[in-house]
């Protein structure tokens, strides 16, 4: 299963509709995070510019992702 978490789902339709499961986060609020990412094993997070501090909104994503159990693998 591959999960899109965004802020706003209705730009990304196009997503849902090639079988994505589309789930609501927004970087500012890391409980938005707890939701998004149940049932994820690996998390790829993609930067985006934008108006706040980027290590506290990476800190919000992967802060969640730990809590809720989400696991990275080494690749060599």
Same mark, same amino acid.
């Given at each position: 299963?591959?999960? *899109?978490e &965004?802020r706003?789902s $209705?730009?990304? #339709? !196009?997503?849902?509709?090639? *079988?994505? &499961?589309?789930?609501? $986060?927004?970087? #500012? !609020?890391?409980?938005t995070?707890?939701d998004a990412?149940?049932?994820v ?12 501090a ?11 992702a730990?809590?809720a159990?989400v696991?990275?693998?080494d690749?060599q």
């Amino acid at each position: 299963m591959l999960v *899109g978490e &965004v802020r706003d789902s $209705a730009k990304v #339709t !196009d997503f849902a509709q090639r *079988g994505v &499961v589309v789930r609501h $986060a927004d970087y #500012t !609020d890391r409980s938005t995070y707890r939701d998004a990412v149940d049932g994820v094993e690996r998390l790829l997070l993609i930067s985006t510019p934008g108006a706040g501090a980027t290590d506290t909104r990476h800190a919000n994503v992967v802060g969640a992702a730990v809590d809720a159990g989400v696991r990275c693998h080494d690749q060599q």
